[in-house]
């Protein structure tokens, strides 16, 4: 789901206000209000209309535009003389806010460059690479907000508060960090410091370092989407990458009437049986998890070698796929996914 820049909230709380169409659109540029708005394209000063739409200049984030209202007369164009100077105002909201609920905007992409400077020089953020993860966390969510920030390496380091289950870490790389590999070599870390201090069984997501804070929302972003998945395609909990499920999110962006498509020609009847059985798909999950190896898959399962082998064989007979090789273990696993994502 896109989320709405702050222009276009801001937008729609105008277009509430005056009980009228606001639309607008970037100065010489090919844009179009929308809303089945008009543009103005001569040149005007301050205030003007064409009989229908009354059209005024503003600046938002160091950015000329045009906005439009939809309506004409002496009462609109009282409006759109006030209008600049409270969208104006609107922007310059990220001043009053808390460093937790500033990052949070920054987090959600609602910052301009300009705004996310800001940030970085009122709380001394230089340009160091960072990262972000998303932490579902079962309760106890002040504790664990403030264990987790005690174990941040880095004064920059941050914990923004979501909800009553969620948070965000922002981590900023530094030298001191150098004993961990990778953002989920830390956030294993993280996992387990949470585990044995309070007893919760968190999950966490996992986004990519970027090169400075004004590309965190992106890491976040890739943080949140792990976070997501885990929960429909995991069960949850444990720590998990963006990397892991970039097949997922390539077959959630095919239409649904292509993945049924492909679900319908790779499967029958049989193979259904198989797919709706939670017990054989969490074996053969296991079985792909563990690199297919069969010991291992026996011990984290608690089952008779022989009980997996009977497993494996019983899905080769009614998928037609023998998840001891690798290339079937794949088709296998797409056919999961398309399974999950079509809510079979």
């Not at 990519?208 to 069960?235: E, T």
């Not at 198989?274 to 054989?280: G, H, V």
Request: glycine share 10%; hydrophobic share 40%.
């Amino acid at each position: 789901m896109t989320i709405m820049t702050e222009l276009e909230k801001i937008a729609a709380g105008v277009s509430a206000l005056l009980g009228a169409r606001f639309g607008y659109y970037r100065e010489n540029s090919g844009e179009q209000p929308g809303g089945g708005l008009s543009r103005c394209d001569r040149q005007f000063e301050g205030v003007t209309d064409d009989g229908e739409c009354t059209f005024f200049r503003f600046l938002y984030k160091n950015v000329g535009y045009v906005g439009v209202i939809g309506g004409a007369g002496k009462e609109m164009h009282a409006y759109a003389a006030l209008l600049p100077a409270y969208i104006g105002s609107m922007q310059d909201r990220e001043a009053d806010l808390s460093k937790t609920e500033y990052l949070k905007r920054i987090l959600f992409g609602e910052c301009s460059s300009a705004g996310i400077y800001r940030y970085m020089t009122k709380f001394s953020v230089g340009r160091s690479a960072c990262f972000a993860l998303a932490l579902s966390v079962p309760g106890h969510m002040e504790e664990a907000t403030a264990l987790i920030a005690q174990y941040g390496g880095n004064s920059l380091d941050t914990v923004v508060t979501l909800d009553k289950r969620n948070c965000v870490l922002v981590k900023f790389v530094g030298e001191e960090e150098s004993e961990y590999q990778s953002p989920a070599d830390y956030a294993e870390f993280l996992a387990q410091s949470l585990k044995e201090e309070l007893g919760l069984d968190v999950t966490v997501g996992v986004g990519s370092v970027v090169r400075s804070l004004k590309d965190v929302a992106l890491s976040y972003s890739q943080a949140a989407g792990a976070l997501r998945y885990a929960g429909v395609f995991s069960g949850g909990g444990g720590v998990h990458s963006y990397k892991e499920y970039m097949l997922v999110k390539m077959l959630e962006d095919v239409p649904e009437s292509k993945l049924m498509e492909y679900l319908g020609e790779m499967t029958d009847e049989g193979a259904r049986d198989i797919f709706e059985d939670a017990e054989m798909v969490n074996t053969a999950e296991e079985f792909l998890q563990s690199s297919l190896n069969v010991s291992e898959t026996s011990r984290k399962l608690y089952m008779h070698r022989n009980t997996l082998l009977y497993r494996l064989d019983k899905i080769e007979k009614a998928t037609g796929l023998n998840i001891r090789q690798f290339p079937d273990a794949v088709s296998f696993r797409v056919l999961t996914i398309l399974y999950r994502l079509l809510g079979k």
